[in-house]
């Protein structure tokens, strides 16, 4: 084990949590830095990466028009604290507007929407064919909340959610499994970064499509609280379920290459609002960058 992933561990131990990471410059080969690179971690809304990756390729492959109006209707909504999941009125919309509210504040019922559309096939499809062989979507948002609901026994997702961030007792949930629910590596994670960013993942239109809505992502408390508010570019998308906080995204110094970094993490304790556990993000992230930089990239 080198120094830097001692302190890696030593800085996600300190904020109460267990972490993977991994973090790679893109454009060629380049040292890496690992923390359980390889092991299995639960993907939450990261899931939202490689199904934006399989819209794409589906608008390539002329059978998705992007533009398309669909309407939205509350009752069908998936819930969630941002988006069309917090409104009230049919709603409605193109393709890749849901696409973009999905990736910037990740927006479960868009996402869940461009799911059905899209389908869970092709998007498992795209992983094999960018060589994820580790990764794999099992299913959507709603999919994830209704296991809640029967696994905790509870009467809706609203309690369920109170059963899984209470300290008094941890259930056992499905989506606390890496065999039972989506999942992948970090080192995946940052090779499907890379699919985005070299243009293999889809067109370089739809590449570009797909950089742009990770550029605009609205959450600043994780993977971009690491870095100077000037000079650099972060681009990223979070992910969250009860005790799990992830975020993989693509940090990029004015002049230097970009790296992407993978970082997925389960807190100790079970509250909703932790600080310290989404400020390690960025911490750690910030660490392995500095690393990878030390050379000039």
């Known amino acids: 084990m080198t120094d830097l992933e001692r302190e890696i561990r030593r800085t996600f131990a300190d904020a109460g949590v267990q972490g993977g990471l991994h973090a790679v410059p893109l454009g060629g080969p380049a040292r890496e830095v690992g923390v359980d690179p390889d092991e299995p971690v639960l993907m939450a809304s990261v899931y939202k990466v490689p199904l934006l990756v399989a ?11 992007p533009r398309e109006q669909v309407t939205v209707d509350p009752a069908e909504r998936t819930a969630g ?31 869940d929407v461009l799911l059905r559309r899209v389908g869970l096939e092709r998007v498992n499809e795209a992983l094999r064919d960018l060589g994820l062989e580790r990764t794999r979507v099992l299913g959507s948002t709603a999919d994830v909340y209704r296991s809640l609901v029967t696994d905790t026994a509870a009467a809706d997702t609203v309690a369920a959610f109170r059963a899984l961030t209470s300290n008094d007792a941890v259930p056992a949930v499905r989506a606390y499994d890496a065999v039972l ?11 499907l970064l890379d699919a985005i960013w070299s243009d293999r993942a889809a067109s370089p239109q739809q590449c570009r499509f797909a950089r742009e809505l990770l550029g605009a992502q609205a959450w600043q408390h994780r993977l971009r609280s690491g870095f100077p508010p000037d000079g650099v570019r972060v681009a990223g998308k979070t992910g969250t379920l009860a005790a799990l906080r992830n975020e993989i995204g693509v940090v990029q110094f004015d002049g230097e290459r970009p790296v992407a970094v993978a970082v ?10 932790l600080p310290r556990a989404d400020a390690v993000i960025g911490q750690a992230a910030r660490l392995a960058v500095t690393d990878l930089r030390s050379g000039r990239l």
Not at 55 to 62: E, H, I, K, M, T
Not at 181 to 191: E, I, L, N, V, Y
Not at 264 to 271: P, Q, Y
């Open 181 to 191: 629910a989506s999942a992948t590596t970090p080192r995946d994670m940052t090779g």
């Open 264 to 273: 997925f993490t389960r807190a100790a304790r079970a509250e909703a609002v």
């Open 81 to 111: 604290p941002t988006g069309l999941s917090v409104l009230r009125d049919p709603v409605t919309t193109s393709w890749r507007d849901l696409a973009s509210s999905m990736i910037t504040v990740s927006d479960n019922a868009a996402a």
């Open 55 to 65: 819209f794409c390729r589906r608008v390539d492959a002329g059978e998705l028009d």
